[in-house]
Structures are given as structure tokens and as C-alpha cells.
């Protein structure tokens, strides 16, 4: 008996050795070319084409500053900021509050709405561009930063709604009974008990939502002219031109826009973890 236990803990210690030796070897390859793309920024060109791999020998922090002002990242950098976090908070209150129907409250149609906002996670927003460029047009919404939030909101919320479903159907239904037999209305039974209960859903939605809206391109591009009112992905191609591109400055502009979604990560990756198992498993 006692070699058995022995046999089966030197099997596990074996296979926890092969799983962090492929969890570092995976960490390696993604942090690599994060790495490379930050050594390539602060470098020239004629170093970068010369020498691609090898360690800067002069830090040009002059890169960073052009592509600050040159490609008036600041203001796209703004613009981004109001375009995320209207829709962020927007998403999450209209989601939350589909969701906690769908999942809680019994009516003959939560099927039908919940396969109905389902379908909007399978239509491309290629299909939607023209007809919803068009239709903007002729409302006054495009080169508007609301002409964005709107498609944004639109595109978030069926993401938002599938995952808090699960959360919500996951709540104890003792306490939605006793908050009943308390007298709780159903906006108090959502605002005091569903919503608070649901943080983790909430942070793993946001965050979801948060990062696609600030890298999305498509949808900027083609409804933002103005160059006060572009975002920043639209701002970043600026820096190739059709004759010629300036490698090292285009570089330090992309470590500029990732900086948020890195941080937002580093700070809030065990929510979105235990959010998605959380959302998998009681869903």
C-alpha cells in the first residue's frame, strides 16, 4: 500500500514538473515579442535593419516622444478612453440587467430572447458595415464619437449577456425567496442582491468588452474622418506611409496603445480566470 501511495505522488510530482516546464516555455513564447516590439522602439532604423535582434546600444526615447505628438496620440489616446468606458458602462448595466431577466425571472419568451441576442455573437460586422454606415449618414451619427459607442454597445452586448446569464442562474434561489418573503421588489431583489453577487461576471465581461472596443479598427476607420475625433488604432496608421515607414517610431506608437490593455490584465487576470470557470460551471 505504502508503494502504491509512493508510485502515484512521484507520478504527480512528474507530471507537475512536464506542466510548469510547458507553462514557462509557453510564458517565454508570448513574452518574447512583447520584449522584441519594446527593444525595437527605443532603436533607429539603421540599427533595427542591421542588427534586428540584438540589444539597443542607444536608447532613443525620442522615438516615443514623435510618436506622441507627430501622431497626436494623446487625443486619439482620449478619444479611446470616452469611446471604451461609455460603452463599458452602458454594456454592463443594459447587459446585467437582459441577463438577470433571462436567467431569473420566468416568462414564456427567455428562450426565444436569449437565443435571439445569441445571434449577435454569429453575424461578422463586415455583413452590418454598409447598410450600417448608410443609415448613420442619413441620422447625422458618423465622423461622431457617438456614431461609435452605439455599434460598440450593439456588438459587447451579447457576450455580456450570455456569460452574466450563467452567473445569475448560479445565485442560490434562497435568496431571491427570502428577499420575496421580505417584501424586495424585483428592482431591489437586482440592485441589492443579483447585482452585487455578480462582481466577478462583471469584471470578466468589462474587461472582455474594455479591450476588443479599444483595439477594434474596422469600425473606427471607416466612420471617423476628423482627425480630433479618431481613436487610437485608426491614429496607428498613420505611421506607414505608402512610400515609406518609419519602423522604430511606428513601434514606440504600438507599445503607447498596448500599455493600457497590459496593465488592465497584470492588475485583474485572476478575476477572468475565476469569472470564465465561475460563468462555465454554474451556466
Given at each position: ?62 522615438n516615443y516622444t514623435f510618436a506622441w505628438t507627430a501622431g ?212
Amino acid at each position: 500500500m505504502s508503494k502504491t501511495v509512493k508510485n502515484h505522488n512521484k507520478s504527480s510530482a512528474v507530471v507537475k514538473t512536464l506542466i510548469y516546464i510547458f507553462l514557462s516555455i509557453l510564458a517565454v513564447i508570448y513574452i518574447l515579442p512583447l520584449l522584441w516590439v519594446i527593444f525595437v522602439s527605443v532603436k533607429d532604423d539603421k540599427t533595427l535593419f542591421v542588427s534586428p535582434w540584438s540589444m539597443p546600444e542607444k536608447l532613443m526615447i525620442e522615438n516615443y516622444t514623435f510618436a506622441w505628438t507627430a501622431g497626436k496620440l494623446g487625443v486619439a489616446t482620449l478619444n479611446s478612453a470616452i469611446v471604451c468606458c461609455v460603452t463599458l458602462v452602458l454594456c454592463l448595466l443594459i447587459g446585467s440587467m437582459a441577463a438577470f431577466a433571462i436567467g431569473r425571472l420566468r416568462w414564456k419568451f427567455s428562450n426565444v430572447m436569449m437565443t435571439y441576442f445569441l445571434t449577435g455573437m454569429m453575424i461578422p460586422v463586415h455583413c452590418i458595415l454598409i447598410p450600417l454606415f448608410t443609415r448613420f449618414a442619413k441620422m447625422g451619427l458618423t465622423n461622431s464619437l457617438l456614431g461609435l459607442i452605439l455599434p460598440y454597445l450593439t456588438l459587447s452586448l451579447p457576450l455580456t449577456i450570455f456569460i452574466m446569464t450563467g452567473f445569475f442562474k448560479g445565485l442560490p434561489n434562497e435568496l431571491f425567496e427570502s428577499a420575496c418573503i421580505d417584501g424586495c421588489s424585483i428592482y431591489k431583489i437586482f440592485t441589492h442582491i443579483a447585482f452585487p453577487l455578480s462582481k466577478t461576471g462583471l469584471f470578466v465581461t468589462g474587461l472582455m468588452s474594455f479591450v476588443a472596443n479599444w483595439n477594434e479598427l474596422l469600425l473606427a476607420m471607416v466612420f471617423i474622418s476628423d482627425d480630433t475625433k479618431k481613436t487610437l488604432p485608426v491614429s496607428l496608421s498613420k505611421f506607414v506611409g505608402p512610400y515609406n515607414t518609419n519602423y522604430s517610431q511606428m513601434f514606440a506608437a504600438i507599445v503607447i496603445a498596448i500599455i493600457p490593455t497590459i496593465v488592465v490584465y497584470c492588475c485583474f487576470s485572476n478575476s477572468i480566470v475565476d469569472g470564465l470557470t465561475q460563468g462555465a460551471v454554474k451556466g
